[in-house]
């Protein structure tokens, strides 16, 4: 059994402690003492996991937050090392390699794991000294394998602190290739993004995918309006600022999980992304319209487009996923929204639902490539390839394709998704256009977008550089009168 195996054990045990009978009455139970694990081996449990079966590290880490039961202090730092770790992982690999004998790709997952960790925390978390970081990582070395380990770890990482800042990623590598592993992406993306924006967009874009996304969420218009919500918030001692993108958003600068808030719980809120916000303006849903959300789960833009309309009308939100409808409608009855009717199926099968022309509009925030959200997802950068891409591509003119039919006459198509993807995006919506002459692309107005430059074609295209937002594409199509 490897010791990371060992640690996730300790993990499910506490899990089933929870779960665990009734003792018999008067019959003494051992008590079993539960085995803690200090931030750093939960956050070296769940990169290992990753590393090993290609989990997805949030998932993961909730999970094992909630087993470790640490301090809000301790599970900060937990989330820190996780996702700074996979962030910088192609950058810490590169110093690594210099001083490991053996290429960092050959040590044991969970060795290769604590090395990138420690490194981590040297290289880019200043509250915590340099010895600290070797320290822990030397006593978690010793438990979990033998000295061998620890004395291998203690020598590369004090190596690389004795280097200090001179260590650096060559400035004379090939464009790409020193993108790629100063901001930590993969080469195959970055050659893409350069291709698509050129080098001086795509290193901004790959560098701001390392920075912390900001807080951001909508008013709901129903019960307050944007002003009105902001001075309720600073009232609770946060500081917040309207959205430059968005008229119905608010950056939170200060403060916790929103979702804690008692705003939150009355309504008065949701949790979204300000690129997020512009879908359901782009849509311009009135009240007393029918509107289809082809893809609508976990209904945030389901949700917004109700607010906008008042609560008037009708709006069918269907998902793929049934399991997903419970999303939807907890965020309707907290938002105190009605006229929303659940639906669950492949968007390809709902023309087959529907009659033709039956709606005001139809919303399609496709499934897609998640190259706008990577700040938010890090391990994503990884997890996918080139061909994955290539096939969310496909499978997205089909979808457009097959939902177009269900718009009414002089009715409009919106098409949105989270990536910066060209293939995805404009030439997804340029390939439909060709085949579809019965729609014309529509201009909607961004004010906030009106000074950046856009790549041509139909819709915009946020890139997560521009606002700190996520990286979003939206077009407006409509369908000939
Ligand atoms: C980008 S997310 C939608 C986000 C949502 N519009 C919101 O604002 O909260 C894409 C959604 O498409 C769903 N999905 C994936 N394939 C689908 C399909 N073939 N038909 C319908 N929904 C699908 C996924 O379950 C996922 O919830």
């Given at each position: 059994m490897t010791s990371a195996s060992r640690g996730e054990k300790a993990l499910s045990g506490a899990a089933r402690r929870g779960q665990s009978a009734p003792a018999a009455k008067g019959v003494e139970q051992p008590r079993r003492r539960k085995i803690e694990l200090t931030a750093r081996e939960v956050a070296l449990n769940v990169l290992t996991s990753v590393d090993e079966n290609a989990s997805y590290s949030n998932l993961l880490l909730n999970r094992s937050l909630q087993q470790a039961e640490l301090s809000p202090a301790d599970a900060g730092l937990a989330t820190e090392l996780v996702y700074g770790t996979i962030a910088r992982q192609a950058t810490l690999d590169y110093f690594l390699n210099l001083f490991i004998k053996s290429e960092v790709k050959r040590l044991n997952p969970w060795v290769r794991s604590l090395a990138r960790m420690s490194l981590y925390q040297i290289r880019y978390l200043d509250r915590i000294p340099a010895h600290a970081a070797v320290n822990e990582a030397v006593e978690i070395a010793k438990k979990r394998g033998h000295q061998g380990i620890a004395s291998m770890i203690n020598g590369v990482l004090?190596?690389?602190?004795?280097?200090?800042?001179?260590?650096?990623?060559?400035?004379?590598?090939?464009?790409?290739?020193?993108?790629a592993l100063q901001h930590s992406h993969p080469q195959?993306?970055?050659?893409?993004?350069?291709?698509?924006?050129?080098?001086?967009?795509?290193?901004?874009?790959?560098a701001s995918n390392n920075q912390p996304p900001k807080v951001s969420i909508r008013v709901n218009t129903l019960k307050a309006d944007r002003d009105e919500l902001m001075r309720e918030l600073e009232n609770e001692g946060r500081?917040?600022?309207?959205?430059?993108?968005?008229?119905?958003?608010?950056?939170?600068e200060s403060g916790g999980n929103m979702a804690n808030d008692h705003l939150y719980r009355d309504g008065r809120f949701s949790i979204q992304d300000e690129s997020s916000m512009l879908v359901a303006e782009a849509l311009a849903a009135e009240p007393g319209m029918s509107v289809l959300d082809c893809c609508a789960a976990p209904g945030g833009k389901t949700a917004h487009i109700a607010e906008k309309m008042g609560n008037k009308g009708r709006?069918?939100?269907?998902?793929?996923?049934?399991?997903?409808?419970?999303?939807?409608m907890e965020q309707a009855e907290r938002?105190?929204?009605?006229?929303?009717?659940?639906s669950v199926g492949d968007a390809m099968a709902l023309k087959d639902q529907f009659e033709p022309a039956s709606f005001d509009r139809v919303l399609l925030d496709a499934p897609c490539s998640g190259f706008g959200v990577i700040r938010r997802k890090p391990d994503l950068?990884?997890?996918?390839?080139?061909?994955?891409?290539?096939?969310?591509?496909?499978?997205?003119?089909?979808?457009?394709?097959?939902?177009s039919g269900l718009v009414k006459p002089g009715g409009i198509l919106v098409y949105s998704t989270c990536t910066i993807e060209r293939e995805e995006n404009q030439r997804a919506v340029a390939e439909f256009l060709r085949?579809?002459?019965?729609?014309?692309?529509?201009?909607?107005?961004?004010?906030?977008?009106?000074?950046?430059?856009?790549?041509?074609g139909a819709g915009v295209q946020i890139l997560p550089n521009q606002f700190g937002s996520d990286g979003f594409y939206i077009a407006r199509l409509r369908r000939r009168s």
């Open positions: 004090r190596s690389i602190l004795r280097e200090g800042d001179t260590l650096a990623i060559p400035d004379d590598l090939p464009t790409a290739e020193r993108i195959w993306l970055v050659e893409r993004w350069i291709t698509q924006y050129g080098e001086e967009t795509a290193e901004a874009v790959c500081t917040v600022r309207a959205s430059e993108l968005s008229r119905f958003g608010i950056i939170v709006i069918v939100a269907n998902d793929l996923h049934e399991h997903k409808q419970g999303l939807i938002l105190g929204l009605s006229g929303i009717e659940s950068r990884w997890a996918k390839t080139p061909d994955d891409a290539a096939s969310i591509a496909r499978l997205q003119r089909q979808m457009l394709s097959a939902v085949d579809h002459a019965e729609f014309i692309a529509e201009p909607f107005e961004v004010p906030a977008l009106e000074a950046l430059p856009q790549a041509g």
